[in-house]
């Protein structure tokens, strides 16, 4: 369980030596190109070979959820087996959470592409222009938004990408960006452009690959797709 930790551990130090942290990320002001867009792709094909066995642990939970609307006597065979697929579940959800995000940071060192960069292509793509909710969960619950620190996060990159726009004068397009950080903050699900109107730039850059874009989410692993890993002693942290 600890082995997958571990070298997730040891590759986002390697990421971040290279890229810088998250948060250091300057998107563009050219937007988005057809190159990043094939390397995320690059990175989310091999991450789908993942998706199976979260999408089973998923299953597992939401067959408890279903006995539970069943009503006070669903039959007992069908609880003894759900409780058993959910404990099985329970136990393999750590080291499925390890081997993805051990996975991730390869893929991203493979495609030169830092985890700022992964996580603002994955923000516009599959929460601002295909309209799935962030961290989506086991339970199927869609409406959980993304935390307080991922919105932070998600906003000090829009900002980033504001002043890279200024710097060029692209004034009018920087103010849009601003704004829109701004709105952010006072939303609950946290996705910036959430109804879909994202810049036509950025829109125009993704249409030629939406099928494939679409074909590479799992909502299943939604929760943990842009997570890094902290160790201590014995004790690992996502966040």
């Not at 094939?38 to 959820?65: G, N």
Request: charged residues 25%; hydrophobic residues 35%; negative net charge.
């Amino acid at each position: 369980m600890m082995r997958p930790f571990n070298k997730a551990v040891d590759n986002q130090k390697q990421l971040e030596a290279r890229f810088g942290s998250r948060e250091d990320y300057i998107p563009l002001p050219d937007g988005i190109t057809a190159d990043r867009i094939k390397a995320f792709l690059a990175v989310r094909t091999e991450l789908m070979h993942h998706c199976d066995s979260f999408e089973d642990i998923a299953a597992s939970f939401q067959q408890m959820d279903e006995l539970d609307k069943h009503g006070e006597d669903p039959p007992v065979g069908a609880v003894l087996k759900g409780v058993g697929d959910v404990m099985g579940s329970a136990f393999s959800i750590a080291g499925e959470i390890g081997a993805l995000t051990n996975s991730r940071n390869n893929e991203l060192l493979k495609n030169s592409m830092g985890l700022g960069e992964y996580t603002w292509l994955y923000v516009l793509v599959y929460n601002s222009w295909l309209g799935n909710s962030p961290n989506q969960g086991f339970e199927g619950d869609s409406n959980d938004g993304f935390s307080e620190r991922e919105q932070g996060q998600i906003q000090g990159l829009m900002l980033n990408h504001a002043r890279a726009l200024e710097e060029v004068d692209r004034h009018k397009e920087a103010n849009l960006w601003r704004d829109e950080a701004g709105r952010l903050a006072r939303s609950e699900g946290g996705v910036p452009f959430a109804s879909g109107n994202l810049p036509s730039e950025i829109t125009a850059a993704l249409m030629p690959y939406r099928t494939m874009l679409e074909g590479s989410y799992c909502a299943a692993m939604s929760e943990f797709d842009l997570g890094r890993v902290k160790k201590k002693g014995f004790t690992i942290h996502t966040e």
